[in-house]
């Protein structure tokens, strides 16, 4: 039964990881980082351009950055400049989980990380309209044709009056990372949440949450060191620090406790994989001698203050930006 599976996978899992590094055997030579959007990505991607040099795997990065949902003729051709990467590799994009397996591919390991679901909304919300410490003309490279109503409307008046951005299917947007590239992923409900939570548990090694950025880079340094040995000496580094506050978003406001609370509402399929992924984490931190602070989940839902861990999904010219940033804070 799918209620057998549900508490068996996750233990599976947990066993397939314990073999595999109390044992001396290959390390994984193909990992996908199918990078949620709004979810540290930004973060991870600086520190993997790093280690990429520094260990000396093949990061393949895509010029693609706003396309998640591809035709099956798109799955097929992607899966294949994938598959056919120098190995060992470690492809990243925003995009909704691939079956490699369908395709006649070697599945790989994939990784990824999310975080409380209105928050991540929000941080979207406010970055399309004002951008973020890098400058007050980044918004206006990526939505330059937003009107400035559009732009100035208010947070609370768009979750109130059921604008299209604060209602379904748009608030649907993390599970569709996890369900993959069926139609019925994208539809709000309890199919592509199920799907969602199965295929964490068969096709992920790791789904961490970006409020536990840290502990998330530490497990993934104890699991893939050959690719994230090192990881956390330079995200703590001082200079990366520097780097991690540019990418904070600005003019980021709370809506009012009856907005919120009509977000997670509309959001509630959502928060369920989302608490789901975290018992799943903090399990897993504890196979590994990690504590974490476990709480019964509140009635709505908790904002931090933005920190550095707050980043943003790519733009067109993010490529270029990444590497000057890095030739400005690391070889100067």
């Known amino acids: 039964s799918w209620i057998g599976r549900q508490y068996l996978f996750p233990y599976i899992r947990f ?40 260990h000396g795997f093949n990061l393949v990065t895509s010029d693609i950055h706003n396309k998640t949902r591809l035709t099956k003729n798109e799955q097929m051709e992607l899966i294949k400049n994938i598959s056919t990467a120098e190995q060992p590799y470690l492809f990243t994009r925003h995009v909704h989980f691939l079956n490699f397996s369908r395709f006649g591919g070697d599945q790989p390991v994939y990784i990824n990380i999310i975080r409380d679901p209105v928050n991540r909304f929000l941080s979207n919300y406010f970055f399309r309209r004002f951008g973020d410490w890098r400058g007050e003309q980044n918004h206006m490279i990526r939505t330059p044709s937003m009107r400035q109503e559009e732009r100035y409307l208010d947070i609370n008046e768009c979750i109130l009056e059921n604008y299209p951005e604060c209602s379904n299917p748009r608030l649907f947007y993390i599970i569709p990372y996890f369900c993959g590239q069926h139609p019925r992923c994208r539809e709000p409900g309890e199919w592509a949440l199920e799907r969602a939570k199965l295929n964490v548990n068969e096709n992920f090694l790791l789904v961490g949450i970006l409020e ?69 984490f903090h399990l897993l931190k504890r196979k590994f001698g990690l504590k974490s602070r476990v709480s019964k989940p509140p009635l709505r839902p908790h904002f931090f203050i933005p920190t550095p861990l707050e980043t943003d999904e790519p733009i067109d010219d993010e490529e270029q930006d990444d590497e000057k940033w890095l030739e400005d804070i690391y070889k100067r």
């Open 15 to 54: 066993m397939v990881v314990l073999l595999v590094f109390s044992q001396v055997l290959p390390f994984p030579s193909q990992v996908v980082y199918n990078r949620v959007g709004k979810c540290g990505s930004r973060t991870v991607v600086l520190l993997l351009r790093i280690l990429s040099e520094k």
């Open 212 to 280: 536990e950025l840290e502990d998330v880079l530490l497990l993934l340094e104890r699991f893939l060191p050959h690719y994230f040995k090192g990881v956390l000496s330079i995200y703590k580094d001082p200079e990366h620090r520097k780097l991690g506050n540019m990418t904070v978003t600005v003019k980021k406001t709370v809506p009012s406790p009856e907005a919120v609370q009509i977000l997670y509402q509309r959001m509630r399929y959502e928060y369920e994989f989302y608490h789901y992924v975290k018992e799943q």
